[in-house]
């Protein structure tokens, strides 16, 4: 059984470290095309499968109509436990016959009846997918997408010799069947890689590190070795897929994520130094590390680069150390607005500024409303010195009191 299955390194045979699958698996996914197959009564399935009834009539209460042998083998997964084995036989049987329709109705079958009994199917499915027949091929190259991340050492050396086919159209099945089993089994998925990144054919590196994405985040130690390696391969788009990875790191392994954004940080290729100044925006701005990069990245002769840790500086620094920092870039700096900007991080307006720059830091007056203007006028009036007409005009007797 399929929930049974427990994968192994093909070399030494000692059992993956897996905890858990990335990916739960749609079983339905697994199962031939939808058609008449699935309305056969099960009691009837194995008769027609192997040929002892030529074509079955459906009664009306299972929708009606006739299915044939190939209809049975693609039901050959609906059988009853205790009929499994003569089914297994079978399907067999029917991998191997002269008939292209059969073998093809057998490989449709394949992958869903593994998860009932997967025994000498992957040496059935290896033949298929060198057959004659272009159709039988391709049919079976799907079967290879569906099993290998259900089988991942059962289809190992299948997916080996495909990966290496000089057909382009097995490569590429090959690849997509290996996405998808490092995806589900990313411990696998680095074994294929570890391989096709030490090929001499450029495509197969650039292939496998493309697939590299896929393992960054779950591959764990051997992954992050893979991407390191990649980083050092002498072709461009190799280390360029594998600096892809580096945003990815920065999130789940941010420590090792730094470590090779260091080693890639003064790459030759453009893409690949954008690629790391992506992943560098995401790193701890408070590690003395980082800060010790990005001053390099800023001496960097790649205009971009140096941008980008320009625009960090006053992240990473603050007082004294800024301004002497943005002042020492400045003496070498040759671009007109990264000058203009280190202009601005090394001087201290407050005191180095114009007079409007200076005006900027100092406290605005409090402002008064109109009813607490008054009130002070009021009381400054009365507040007021008075003179000597004043005096003599507050003690002169009025009209009305001399009478």
């Known amino acids: 059984m399929a929930d049974d299955y427990v994968a192994r390194d093909p070399r030494t045979g000692k059992i993956i470290q897996q905890r858990k699958k990335s990916v739960e698996m749609d079983i339905r996914s697994l199962h031939p095309p939808d058609g008449p197959w699935q309305r ?7 008769n027609l499968a192997e040929g002892g009834t030529e074509r079955l009539e459906l009664s009306l209460t299972n929708g009606g109509g006739f299915v044939k042998r190939t209809d049975g083998i693609r039901a050959l997964a609906r059988v009853y ?38 025994t000498d199917l992957m040496v059935y499915l290896s033949d298929r997918l060198q057959d004659g027949d272009l159709k039988v091929r391709k ?34 099945n090959a690849f997509e069947a290996l996405k998808l089993t490092s995806i589900a089994w990313p411990e696998t998925g680095c074994l294929h890689i ?13 292939k496998g590190s493309k697939i590299l994405r896929n393992i960054a985040a779950k591959g764990g130690p051997s992954g992050w070795d ?18 892809q990875c580096l945003v990815t790191l920065t999130n789940s392994e941010p420590r090792i994520a730094l470590i090779l ?22 790193l701890d701005m408070q590690s003395p590390r980082v800060t010790d990069m990005i001053l390099r990245g800023a001496r960097s002769r790649d205009l971009n680069l140096r941008t980008a840790c320009v625009e960090q500086l006053s992240i990473i620094l603050t007082g004294d150390r800024l301004r002497e920092s943005a002042a020492e870039l400045l003496r070498q700096e040759t671009n007109p607005k990264l000058r203009k900007r ?28 109109d009813d607490e203007d008054k009130e002070l006028s009021m009381q400054i009036k009365q507040d007021q010195p008075k003179g000597e007409y004043d005096k003599q005009k507050a003690s002169r007797a009025k009209p009305e009191d001399l009478r």
């Open 226 to 243: 893979l991407i390191g390696w990649s980083l050092e391969d002498e072709d461009a788009q190799v280390r360029r897929n594998a600096a």
């Open 139 to 172: 049919v079976a190259m799907q079967a290879l997408q569906k099993m290998s991340p259900i089988f991942p050492s059962g289809c190992e050396d299948i997916l080996r010799r495909e990966l290496r086919s000089m057909d382009k159209n097995h490569r590429k």
């Open 342 to 369: 280190l202009t601005a991080l090394s001087i201290d307006i407050e005191l180095d500024g114009s007079e409007s720059e200076k005006n900027r830091f100092l406290a605005p007056v409090e402002k008064i409303n």
């Open 40 to 46: 056969i009564p099960v009691y009837e399935i194995l």
């Open 81 to 118: 436990e205790n009929s499994i084995p003569k089914a297994h036989e079978i399907l067999l049987e029917a991998l191997d016959d002269d008939d292209r329709e059969i073998r093809i109705a057998g490989l449709e079958i394949m992958p869903s009846f593994s998860l009932k009994l997967h």
């Open 194 to 206: 570890d391989e096709l990144i030490r090929e001499e054919d450029v495509d197969l590196r650039r």
């Open 261 to 282: 954004v260091e080693h890639a940080l003064n790459d030759d290729d453009t893409n690949v130094r954008n690629s790391v100044i992506r992943a560098m925006k995401k």
